[in-house]
């Protein structure tokens, strides 16, 4: 969907979905952190690759929202 085009509460809907990702990539750090700190390399290794993925997802759709708001002059 294209976020100019959508009502209110359908965009803040989005804008929660984003906070949760954000939310997630953010406990997947500190679970990776802990993780490394106690030795668990794997759980360590585990936690940095989702929140890697989770963070670069976030970013693609931050930027494309950025991008399209700037086209679209709002």
Same mark, same amino acid.
């Given at each position: 969907m294209v976020l100019? #085009?959508?009502p209110q509460s359908e965009l803040k809907i @989005? @804008?929660?979905k984003g906070a949760l990702m #954000?939310?997630?990539t953010v406990i997947f750090l500190i679970v990776a952190l802990i993780a490394a700190v106690l030795g668990f390399t794997g759980i360590a290794g585990a936690a940095v690759g989702i929140a890697r993925i989770l963070f670069t997802i976030f970013l693609i759709l931050f930027l494309a929202s950025l991008i399209l708001g700037?086209?679209?002059?709002?």
């Open positions: 100019a #085009l959508m @989005q @804008q929660n #954000l939310t997630w700037l086209v679209r002059g709002h």
